[in-house]
């Protein structure tokens, strides 16, 4: 299992940044993709951007050119730099990882949340 922490999360005014962290803890080899998604009241969950194992990056088209996402592959660290929010980035942020186990087998895993309120 994977046990997924996220932090950094709160409030912020239109323009502004906030950094979100997650760490992983548990029994697993190795963690191939991590990754950020978010849902806003009432609409579905949605990709925010991801980082391979090997640092590939993939975005969603809302947040290019906003958002950065990295890791650090030592710690099982994850951390999403989020600038020039809007408030259409309110929501809540899901920490998510694709771990090969300790059984063997590739599994998802998703964090608690972390509220986001973008607002004046």
């Known amino acids: 299992q994977v046990q997924l922490v996220e932090s950094g999360g709160g409030l912020v005014q239109p323009g502004g940044s906030l950094r979100l962290s997650c760490a992983a803890s548990g029994s697993f080899f190795r963690i191939n993709v991590m990754g950020w998604y978010r849902q806003a009241p009432g609409n579905e969950r949605e990709l925010v951007a991801t980082?391979?194992?090997?640092?590939?990056?993939n975005y969603g088209d809302s947040v290019k050119g906003r958002f950065t996402i990295s890791r650090d592959n030592a710690k099982n660290t994850v951390s999403l730099q989020m600038n020039s929010l809007k408030p259409e980035d309110t929501g809540d942020y899901y920490c998510h990882a694709n771990a090969l186990t300790i059984l063997r087998d590739t599994r998802s895993f998703w964090g608690q949340g972390t509220q986001v309120t973008v607002s004046s």
């Open positions: 980082i391979t194992l090997g640092g590939g990056t």
